[in-house]
């Protein structure tokens, strides 16, 4: 059974940065498209960023040019580089497939920017 775990939350001071990670398990990992999504209290969880399994990336406006995602297939695991947070970016930050996200949601990791 497919399975995604997520890390490197945490509290940070608006303008810092955080680098998460996604560890995935149970499916073939190299030919699937990959993503970061996101949910804050009281929203819908929305898609941050996603990138191909050749590397082609594509991300939402609102992190345009301050997150980066990469991924290391060797590893099974999708990476995102967060930098320039700001408090609107507080919430839980979960890795799935791209466009449609299939697999079981992990817990996914906690990000709080405090202003």
């Known amino acids: 059974q497919a399975q995604l775990v997520e890390s490197g939350g945490g509290l940070v001071q608006t303008g810092g940065s955080l680098r998460l990670s996604c560890v995935g398990s149970g499916i073939v990992f190299s030919i699937n498209a990959m993503g970061w999504y996101r949910q804050a209290p009281g929203n819908q969880r929305e898609l941050v960023a996603g990138?191909?399994?050749?590397?082609?990336?594509n991300y939402a406006s609102f992190v345009k040019g301050r997150f980066s995602i990469s991924r290391d297939n060797a590893k099974n695991t999708v990476y995102l580089q967060m930098n320039s947070l700001k408090p609107e970016d507080t919430a839980v930050y979960y890795c799935n497939l791209v466009p449609t996200p299939y697999l079981d949601w992990g817990q996914g990791t906690q990000v709080t920017v405090s202003s």
């Open positions: 990138i191909r399994s050749g590397g082609f990336t």
